[in-house]
């Protein structure tokens, strides 16, 4: 007992500064969830580091803390169907005070906020249950306002739970719709409902501080962010395609983590013993580690017990699926192994088009993101994945097929690894600058391809949209400086910024890192198997980066050569819609020399695509799906009429399917009958093909206008 005391009151002088002002109020009616030590402490050195570091110095003041405190009131409530004006009256007392909470590591004011939120949630969500056998008329012309944003905080309580009758009604309706049978409509309610409750109820500190760290990073940038110790492990697998653990999806169903998909060949679906539709009951580390009931738990905390390094072991207490809630369930044992997330790397399609009697035959690259697994290559791996290497070794393969030319598609890469985009770059061009990165100091760096090899000569597009962002910037507009291939598609994203990730663990003192564990007990609000880390990580804006020609792609993103219409609304999604995000500039350009000049050719292209497009229903249909996502994006209510709700959703429906069909037909297959199953990887995808079209035209305008000499390799 003596020795615990001496090592709080060591930990008091260490975190005198994080100490919080005033005890947490309590929240009657939430869960009254509370900040621990080692959230303190993350919100002080990520305040810190912020304003010491990042790219965009912003001081931590009251107006910061103001845009803060609205954009965390927008993530607990972003449609004001929960908090009372009352309520919002009483947080305006932390309006000017978040950004002193967060440079002394106080997390109380913000907690206090979501606890109040939570039991404004929780009532309404009871409110409804208590509602569902209530009888509706559904011959009145009500109408239920779903979208509420952009109106006032609601006044009373009488005034909520108008909007809250509604809105059972509402969904009772949609179920009306799908089934008559109004018991078992009400019974299915419920349990939507319940759910809901259970899922609120499941939300730990975690969530909570995450929800306030995006809201408080965001104002400083859109693309400064921390992550959880849950979030950053999720964040590095993405990154690198793989994880560590047993090889399977997991979801929360009635309380139970169950198995929805087995990677093939990973851990689980090698043990023979665990399938689809099985239930996790307990999680046990090692061969000898006691057992944990996940029964009930938060679906992230299941996940942080289950996944571990490769090569320990887990054992799992499996409730078969088709086995009673009382049965005994069986113990398997794992190894866990490194699982590649083989559907989230580059792939590769073949497409042939006619030219004068002629087949030309075009090769697809679809590029999800700008990959690696640094791990794997800093182990000295040699059959480790990373975009380069993969597109390399497709690129090889096309060759091998005689491909005529090569479309990269990049339509919704959001980036990644700036290093991926140099190296890949490298792949089309013989050497030279291919991104200009300028530091905190305005010194710049010019990142160059000095492989004077190149994977692939011939003639190339790359197709883009709207969130083709960073990465995927870097090398389109790369190759669009150079002259090297042609940019098809919508204006990209406009992220023109470079972010550093930083493992808080190495940053926070180890010292103070071991007394909060001993304080705190090792904190069982952070539940892991040994692949998370204790404090999260923090990806800072550290530099913003530049074209070869020196314009920044912040905001302006890459204009594309030929322009697509864009399904995705460009005054919604985009740096440009970000009030955080940085502004536009220009620096010197750098000192590179074209490999070809596409100019004299893109006017021919367009007209040749403009007169396609002009005869071509499959354009016409897309124009009218942007024109219809336009209206049904534009849309803040809707009818609580039967009659009339039911005829617009037939009418939409009709419609749909009548179009669907309409595209099928004109891109040469057969219309389907009401009912009738799509075929499996059936390619709808107009704008791919009108991107191998173009570059099919390109072939024959003039096939030497971006030809260079290539290097042959072994």
Known sequence: MLKKLCVVLVLGAALACHATPAKPMKVVGSNDLQPDLRQNIVAKEVAGLISRYNYKKVDLNDSLSEVVYNRYLKKLDEDHNYLLASDIQDFDKYK???????????????????????????????FSIAHIDDKFDFTTNDTFTFDRENLPWIASQAEMDDLWTKHVKYDLLNLKLATPDMAKNRETLKKRYQSLLSQSNKLSNQEVFQYYMDAFTEAIDPHTNYFNPFNAAQFNMEMSRSLEGIGATLQSVNEYVTIQTLVHGGPADKSHQIN???????????KDGEFQNIVGWNINNAIGLIRGPKGTTVKLQILPGEAAVGSKPKVVEIVREKIVLEDALAKKEMRTYNLNGKQVKIGIIDIPAFYVDNNAAQSGATNYHSTTRDVKLILDSLKRENVDGIVIDLREDGGGSLSEAISLTGLFIKQGPVVQVRDTKNEVEVDADEDPSIAYSGPLAILVDRFSASASEIFSGAIQDYGRGLILGTQTYGKGSVQSEI???????????????????????VV????????????????????????????????????????????????DTEPSAMPFDVIAKSDYTKFGDLSPVIPQLKKLHDQRMSASNSYKYL?????????????????????????????????????DNLR??????KALKKGETKPKNEDLDFLKIEAGQILTDYININSKVTQVTPVLQN
């Open 96 to 126: 000017d005070v978040l950004d002193d909470d967060m440079k002394s590591g106080n997390l109380n004011d913000v907690f206090y906020m979501f606890n109040v939120f939570q039991k404004r949630y929780l009532d309404r969500i009871k």
């Open 623 to 659: 124009l009218q799906d942007v024109a219809d996502f336009k209206k049904h994006d534009d849309e803040k209510s809707v009818t609580l009429n039967e009659a009339q709700l039911k005829k617009q959703r037939d009418d939409d429906e009709q419609k749909t399917f009548e179009r």
């Open 276 to 286: 689809a539709k099985d239930r996790i009951i307990g999680v046990a580390q090692g």
């Open 528 to 575: 892991t198997g040994g692949s998370e880390s204790k404090f999260g990580q923090l990806n800072l804006t550290i530099a913003k980066f530049y074209r070869i020609t020196g314009n920044s792609t912040q905001r302006h993103g890459v204009t594309p050569d030929i322009e697509f219409p864009s399904v995705i609304p460009l005054d919604k999604y985009g740096e």
């Open 503 to 525: 493992e808080l663990d190495k940053v926070i003192s180890p010292t103070l890192a071991d007394m909060v564990a001993k304080v705190t007990g090792g904190d069982k609000t």
């Open 664 to 669: 099928r037909v004109a891109l040469g297959l």
